[in-house]
């Protein structure tokens, strides 16, 4: 791949403002950790987005799709390749009646504050989450006993060929934190969502209780990816984590947040080398202490 080729190119299709040359990741993570992608391109249209993937296609150029990096841990080598962060024009949404169609930039707490202004319930358990909801759909969020499941009518999404392909719920297999766009590397575009009418002050409330909960218990002053790790069958994670006595454990500027064991968060000063090496020893604890194998809800991508 001839990288200033590529950023030529890339240029004349998605605009030179949007198109940045070795740009540091960690100014597109809530890790604030990472290291230069060879290009990154922010892409703000479906016709763009598609002459995107077939440039990059044609030039044998390793491509990742981000939305908010909320989930995201980038090597400090980098990414060899292209990133493609979608936003701009995928915040459409609009609303008939209990439907709602909502394109995949638009982050889940702005989605949550438009369903409380229309009276809409349903997505009250997103308020809270940090990411957008094609991230969310592809890794089927979830908080306070609610997932993006639950709401999700049908999901438009676009293989890395270009092609358009339409699911419905059953066909997006959720499970616990994934579906088969995160499977199969789908991008989604948007989604159809059916919500149900409510008392807005009863959807204000509910919201209200999740984000005092959130504040009260989550180290949102830190910089993380959220969750750690995923919840392992039949235990919570951050409970084994504590149990074995690694809250405030440390590596670098990385450590165990004394708030809530199931972040690992950053002083600021953390590199991704720092935090893979407290994922491991966090995992090789757990089991030594509780014979449970912990796996990393974080994504973690880029050049080893």
């Known amino acids: 791949m001839d990288k200033n080729m590529l950023y030529d190119d890339m240029c004349i299709i998605a605009g030179r403002d949007c ?12 890790f604030k950790i990472g290291g230069p992608a060879d290009i990154l391109v922010s892409i703000d249209s479906e016709e763009i987005l598609k002459k995107v993937l077939e440039l990059t296609s044609k030039a044998g150029a390793k491509t990742y799709i981000i939305g908010n990096g909320s989930n995201l841990l980038v090597s400090d080598k980098g990414i060899r390749g292209v990133v493609v962060k979608i936003n701009g024009g995928f915040e459409s949404v609009s609303i008939s009646g209990c439907s709602v169609q909502a394109h995949a930039g638009i982050l889940l707490s702005k989605l949550s504050n438009m369903m409380l202004e229309n009276g809409l319930s349903g997505l009250e358990f997103a308020s809270g989450i940090p990411g957008t909801l094609g991230g969310a759909l592809a890794m089927n969020a979830g908080a306070y006993g609610g997932e993006m499941k639950d709401v999700v009518k049908r999901v438009h999404l676009l293989d890395f060929e270009g092609n358009s392909i339409v699911l419905d719920n059953e066909q997006m297999e959720f499970g616990y934190r994934s579906s088969i766009a995160g499977k199969k590397g789908l991008i989604v575009l948007k989604a159809e969502l059916e919500l149900k009418k409510a008392n807005s002050e009863d959807i204000r409330t509910l919201m209200q209780d999740y984000t005092g909960r959130r504040v009260d218990k989550q180290p949102l002053s830190f910089p993380s990816a959220g969750s750690t790790f995923k919840r392992p069958h039949g235990h919570f994670a951050a409970q084994l984590i504590d149990e074995a006595g690694l809250k405030g454990f440390s590596v670098g500027g990385a450590r165990v947040s004394e708030k809530h064991a199931g972040f690992v968060i950053s ?4 590199t991704a080398d720092d935090v893979i090496k407290l994922i491991e020893a966090v995992k090789e604890r757990v089991f030594e202490k509780h014979g449970v194998w912990l796996e990393e809800e974080v994504r973690i991508i880029g050049e080893e």
């Open 19 to 30: 198109v940045y040359i070795d740009e540091p990741m960690k100014s597109h993570t809530s």
């Open 267 to 270: 002083d600021g000063t953390a």
